[in-house]
């Protein structure tokens, strides 16, 4: 059986795509991470505040609390101000970005033109 390694860095990915979840949590555990998801913002923010990740992978384009408001309201507590986000959205429009940089995003990448690799590069410049 395999045993959770509690000294990896852990990652929370907050998606409403379940193949995209499936595809950067298996990056990211192979790569020896912890990796928590949420398939909508509000269950994003509730395990952010709880599990206090090391990283937060966020959309933008979610139900029930987009990311941008997710964001907003996670740095607004003392854990959220400081924990990285790196946005992978599949809006490009320059108003998302510049909203996401606003409240504290780090990286704001467009699905499209990341491979998971390259995602996985990202992370590794703030964990």
């Known amino acids: 059986m395999l045993q959770r390694d509690s000294g990896a ?3 929370l990915i907050v998606e409403d795509d379940p193949l ?3 595809m950067y949590k298996t990056k990211f555990v192979s790569e020896g991470y912890n990796v928590f998801t949420a398939f909508d913002g509000e269950m994003g923010l509730s395990l952010a505040l709880e599990k206090r990740p090391d990283l937060i992978i966020l959309d933008v384009m979610m139900p029930k609390l987009s990311g941008i408001d997710m964001l907003k309201k996670l740095k607004s507590d003392a854990y959220g101000i400081n924990v990285p986000v790196i946005i992978l959205s599949n809006l490009s429009q320059e108003e998302e970005a510049k909203k996401a940089f606003e409240y504290g995003a780090k990286e704001y990448l467009v699905k ?9 590069e990202k992370v590794k410049q703030y964990i």
Do not use: E, S
Request: net charge positive.
């Open 9 to 11: 860095k852990t990652i």
């Open 20 to 22: 995209l979840i499936k």
């Open 112 to 120: 499209a033109n990341f491979t998971p690799g390259q995602v996985f």
